[in-house]
């Protein structure tokens, strides 16, 4: 099994950033995609970003399309979201994911970190 332990979150104002940090371990992690989610209390989880294998393919919520932006190390086996122009709505519990499919479907990620509190205050 692929282990995942996101960092970063935390208490931000409006308009503010935070850098999500999500580590795996693993002998393979460079060939897994990697997604970010999120869920608010009473709300079902979304997806946020997802990143290919190699780093050559990005996708991004229109949520969060022009403010958020994921990127990845392999050879820090790190995947990570810097997220700017937080809003309020942006508040929610971060998930990182690892999936062998390149999809905005949680559906399709099989391993899940344990999540990181992202709240944004006005």
């Known amino acids: 099994q692929v282990q995942l332990v996101e960092s970063g979150g935390g208490l931000v104002q409006a308009g503010g950033s935070l850098r999500l940090s999500c580590a795996a371990s693993?002998?393979?992690?460079?060939?897994?995609?990697m997604g970010w989610f999120r869920q608010a209390p009473g709300k079902e989880r979304e997806f946020v970003a997802v990143?290919?294998?190699?780093?050559?393919?990005?996708f991004y919520a229109d949520s969060v399309k022009g403010r958020f932006t994921i990127s990845r190390d392999n050879a820090k086996n790190t995947v990570y979201l810097q997220m700017n122009s937080l809003k309020p709505e942006d508040t929610a519990v971060y998930y990182c994911?690892?999936?062998?499919?390149?999809?905005?479907?949680?559906?399709?990620?099989?391993?899940w970190g344990q999540g990181t509190q992202v709240t944004v205050s006005s």
């Open positions: 994911a690892a999936g062998g499919e390149y999809s905005a479907s949680p559906r399709l990620y099989a391993y």
């Open positions: 693993g002998r393979t992690f460079s060939s897994y995609h």
């Open positions: 990143i290919s294998w190699s780093g050559g393919s990005k």
